[in-house]
């Protein structure tokens, strides 16, 4: 059995399948495989080219485009490494990512992910910037209430992990943060303080296409994160209100927190709202929820509101991005 599987879940053919393939055969860390979900893409292996003949490539296909959860999900099952690495089929990895992470984990036993620093590339392969990480496990458990502390693809885990805690359908395009904020709460995470990965930026992304399908979900997850966190049920996904666009989707669930009293939550989506969105409207209905969920803490969260919407959640819980 090989060491580590590269999980990689596709819905169609792109020009950057290739290259993404390309960097896991670049590994130094040759004891791998690389299990390729087809969710309904109907992938010619021609398509492939010589990246598609290495022995090391599995092929699984599914019938239809049944979600990235469930892709995901049939992924994890059909792996047969002891480690599972993500990578998405725009993405690319760096040759030494494998080997640095798999040596991190088997020096960190009792931890169950690890990440890596990332560059941001453009649809050319360009370098064009950083994305943001954190290496620390506590600062990556303490930012995972808000956001994902490194990006997904540049995790790797032990299989036991992902089996544990499968992708959930309800949230279809923010799974992955949903997973990450459940895996902090009963594993360790770190991250290896190297550029092991380059994150693909383009028009054609799922980012792009459903910002605002994407933005209710993250909301969803952050609200049920604080419900946990706080010993309470995780209650339903959604929450009142709805919205056409991400930042009316903050300001909706801005008003949620508030109402069951998780005042610093409420705080961050009032200025992501208007982070989302800088116009004088939205200036004042953020400044509204803002203000009143500071007005409405307890004594000791007013502080911590009030830092959340003043200064967002790097400054306010004092970490450190690599």
Known sequence: MPAVTVLMVTHRATPFLRPAIDSVWAQAWRDLELLLVDNGAGLDPDVLGEAGRDPR?????????????????????AAQGEFIALLDHDD??????????????????????????????????RVTGAEF???????????????????????????????????????????????????????????????????????????????????????????????RRAGRAEGPADFPGTGDSPAACCLACADQCRREGFAVLAAYHARRALSLERSAPMALRSAVR?????????????????????????????????
């Open 290 to 322: 803002g203000l009143g969920a500071v007005a409405g803490a307890s004594a000791t969260q007013r502080g911590p509101a009030w830092a959340m919407y003043r200064r967002g959640p790097v400054q306010a819980l004092g970490l450190h991005p690599e």
């Open 92 to 125: 690319r990895m760096l040759p030494a990512r494998l080997e640095r992470q798999v040596e991190w984990l088997r020096q960190h036993r009792t931890a169950g992910l690890v990440g890596s620093r990332a560059e941001t590339i453009d649809a050319a392969g």
């Open 133 to 227: 990480s954190l290496a620390s496990a506590e600062e990556q458990h303490r930012y995972l209430p808000y956001a994902c502390p490194v990006v997904t693809p540049a995790y790797t885990g032990r299989r036991a992990v992902f089996a544990a805690l499968p992708y959930r359908a309800e949230f279809p395009l923010a799974a992955d943060f949903d997973f990450l904020a459940r895996a902090s709460a009963r594993y360790g995470l770190g991250a290896v303080p190297e550029v092991l990965l380059q994150y693909r930026r383009h028009a054609g992304q799922a980012t792009v296409e459903h910002a605002a399908a994407i933005e209710r979900q993250r909301c969803a997850i952050r609200l049920r994160t604080a419900r």
């Open 57 to 77: 490539l599995r092929l699984l296909r599914l019938p239809a485009n049944a979600g990235i959860p469930a892709g995901h999900n049939a992924g994890v099952a």
